[in-house]
């Protein structure tokens, strides 16, 4: 169906979002920084990062209107250094304790240090992802408090241990809520509203159901967190909204991980650009945005963030990005 960017009888638009890279161009890239990277032994990873960025932000169009992402190179090598320095110190006294013959000492302290680690790379993260990236020259950003969103981790972490890890789905949630309610586009705010307890039972659901099923209904699983997901998703500005709507179906994640598993194996890891391409053609295509914010208006109100430590360190610590 067309997405016509005309308001309804109640002056609610509809607001095309996709993306338009192709397969063939982010092989090249990646090919590319492939090859720089092991050249100079792992050196150029941060230039490959951004310039991957860069592709993958400047390919996805809001509204007939691309994103664009500031980040460099020169940033991220910084903050590489920083993120190397971090987790060798860390991993270093580990081992130094280990070997003195301190084995129990050495492993808290490593769980520890991972753990305090994990909030500051989030918090960073997102200050230095929202702050270099733009949609019609207006900058995002990331307002969240460290020593808050350290507050949530720990409790979060906590209590999931207490409960041999049932509130991992208030924790989840919680800690979505807090992140993308403290991002903001110019001086409009996003909101996130989910629920720990409704997340909790469809988790519950989805578990059993994709072991009755031998697997089967894994693929609705996944189309449940999607949707929710996006779902609980608002942008606020003057009062006016931008809501944001799943329109995917168990079908639709059967077709996309099918296939993005056969390219995977058939393709002995090389089609991997391909799967990525299709799979945020599929996220995008599936996002239904409608609302009636003048985009027009927006006022600039972020400042540039230029530390790229806690991102790079995300990467390091394999900690997936929450949008």
């Known amino acids: 169906m067309e997405i016509i960017n005309q308001p309804d009888a109640k002056g609610k638009r509809f607001y095309p979002i996709s993306f338009k890279g192709r397969g063939a161009e982010y092989f090249g890239i990646a090919i590319v920084n492939l090859l720089l990277t092991i050249i100079t032994l792992g050196l150029y990873y941060p230039w490959a990062k951004a310039r991957q960025l860069q592709y993958l932000y400047g390919t996805t169009e809001f509204n007939d209107s691309r994103f664009e992402f500031h980040g460099t190179g020169a940033e991220m ?27 129990i000492i050495g ?16 918090h960073g993260s997102y200050k230095y ?11 995002f950003g990331y307002r969240g408090e460290r020593n808050e969103l350290y507050k949530i981790f720990v409790k979060g972490i906590l209590l999931t241990i ?29 909101t996130y509203n989910g629920d720990g307890g409704k997340f909790f039972w469809m988790n519950v659901k989805g578990y059993f159901l994709t072991i009755i099923t031998i697997g089967i209904y894994g693929f609705w699983w996944q189309k449940d967190i999607f949707n929710y997901y996006i779902d609980n998703l608002k942008l606020t500005h003057d009062d006016k909204n931008i809501d944001f709507k799943s ?27 391909w799967i990525v391409a299709r ?9 239904q945005i409608t609302g009636n914010v003048d985009f027009d208006n927006l006022i600039q109100s972020e400042e540039n963030y230029t530390d790229a430590t806690g991102d790079d360190m995300s990467d390091m610590l394999d900690i997936g990005f929450v949008i």
């Open 77 to 103: 090598f910084k903050g590489f250094i920083k993120a190397i320095l971090i987790i060798t110190i860390l991993y270093g006294l580990t081992f130094l304790l280990v070997y003195l013959r301190m084995p």
């Open 107 to 122: 492993i808290l302290v490593m769980y520890l240090g991972l753990f305090s680690i994990i909030p500051l790379a989030i």
């Open 129 to 139: 992802r929202m702050s270099r990236t733009s949609w019609r020259g207006i900058r």
């Open 162 to 190: 207490v409960t041999i890890g049932i509130y991992g789905a208030w924790f989840s949630m919680n800690l979505r809520n807090y992140i993308l309610g403290k991002i903001k586009f110019g001086n409009a705010q996003f």
């Open 247 to 273: 329109t995917a179906t168990g079908g639709d994640f059967v077709g996309l991980l099918i296939v993005n598993f056969l390219i995977l194996i058939f393709t002995l890891g090389i089609g991997y650009p």
């Open 279 to 287: 799979s945020l053609k599929f996220i995008f295509s599936k996002i």
